[in-house]
Every structure is written in C-alpha cells, then in structure tokens.
C-alpha cells in the first residue's frame, strides 16, 4: 500500500486536533497535560504552508488518520534549513507502520522544501517514537535531562536530529 496524503485545509483542523488530544492521557507524546481547544491551534495552523512548512493529513475511508507538520526550529531566519517533523495517529492508526510511511515522505519531501537539518523532539520514555527516528538515521543530538513534569514523574527531552546533505 502507498502512502496517500494531502495538505491540510482548516475544515482538517478539528480531526488534526481530535488526535493530537488522543495522545494527552498517554503522557507519551505531548507536554500538554490537558486537551487543548480548536481555536488555540488556529495560529499554529497558519504557520504552516504547502511551500515551506507543510501540514500533512492522511485519510482512510474520508476520515483523517494521521498527519505530520514540518514546523519552524526556534524562529529566527538563521534556521530557515531546520525543520522540526511532528507526527500524530489516531489510535486505530498506530503500529501499522504509517508512522514510517510519513516519515520517509517528510525526508524526501525535505530537500524540495529548503530543509536540510530534520529534528524531532521526543520524550526519552517514548521508545516507539525514539526507534522510529533512529530506524531513519537520526541520532541523539542533545538531552534536555528531566524538564518536562507529565503527573508528577520528571522526563527527559530528547532531540533527535539528520542532516539529509549527509554532514554531520
């Protein structure tokens, strides 16, 4: 099966919203400790764009799945060639391999979009996560120990990180 995808529209942004809320009780995948609404996600919506930062959604049976951000790494023009790629799935999405499937799209798709330097930041306990990134040839590049506070157990940020020009 190939993957199918397509840039989001803001009618995707209630179901991209929806999953990315599925990950919250986990305390695997996002930092929010409670559901965040529509409306707070509008503006990070709009700083996405098929031409430099693309918001992807996946749909199976016209019900969106999944879906990837290429997002902006601290904001400063200097970084315009780092990325940072977030992938989310729907509960009934996960462990099919669509995560690897968006994955090497997002690499691919990387080069074309100015991006040179991928990071993902994911939490040290998130092993599916961490062996996904690393099953793509991205290494550890920094761990920020114990910053993030998810029912009262400290956790460790890692930034996993691949220059696609191979340089390292």
């Not at 761990?143 to 009262?152: E, F, H, N, Y």
């Given at each position: 099966?190939?993957?199918?995808?397509?840039?989001?529209t803001?009618?995707?942004?209630?179901?991209?919203?929806?999953?990315?809320?599925?990950?919250?009780?986990?305390?695997?995948?996002?930092?929010?400790?409670?559901?965040?609404?529509?409306?707070?996600?509008?503006?990070?919506?709009?700083?996405?764009?098929?031409?430099?930062?693309?918001l992807?959604?996946?749909?199976?049976?016209?019900?969106?799945?999944?879906?990837?951000?290429?997002?902006?790494?601290?904001?400063?023009p200097?970084?315009?060639?780092?990325?940072?790629?977030?992938?989310?799935?729907?509960?009934?999405?996960?462990?099919?391999?669509?995560?690897?499937?968006l994955?090497?799209?997002?690499?691919?798709?990387?080069?074309?979009?100015?991006?040179?330097?991928?990071?993902?930041?994911?939490?040290?306990?998130?092993?599916?996560?961490?062996?996904?990134?690393?099953?793509?040839?991205?290494?550890?590049?920094?761990?920020?120990?114990?910053?993030?506070?998810?029912?009262?157990?400290?956790?460790?940020?890692?930034?996993?990180?691949?220059?696609?020009?191979?340089a390292?």
């Amino acid at each position: 099966m190939t993957l199918q995808y397509r840039d989001a529209t803001l009618d995707d942004l209630p179901a991209i919203v929806a999953i990315y809320n599925s990950t919250v009780p986990s305390r695997q995948v996002t930092a929010d400790l409670e559901p965040v609404s529509i409306d707070s996600r509008r503006a990070w919506f709009e700083a996405h764009g098929p031409e430099k930062r693309p918001l992807w959604v996946v749909e199976d049976a016209g019900r969106v799945i999944a879906w990837l951000s290429f997002s902006d790494f601290y904001g400063r023009p200097a970084y315009q060639r780092t990325s940072e790629v977030s992938i989310y799935l729907d509960e009934a999405a996960r462990g099919k391999g669509l995560g690897k499937k968006l994955l090497a799209a997002a690499l691919e798709a990387a080069p074309k979009l100015g991006i040179d330097t991928v990071l993902g930041f994911v939490f040290g306990h998130n092993e599916p996560s961490v062996r996904l990134f690393q099953a793509f040839g991205f290494a550890a590049w920094g761990t920020l120990p114990r910053v993030a506070v998810l029912d009262g157990v400290e956790r460790d940020l890692v930034i996993l990180g691949k220059r696609l020009d191979g340089a390292q």
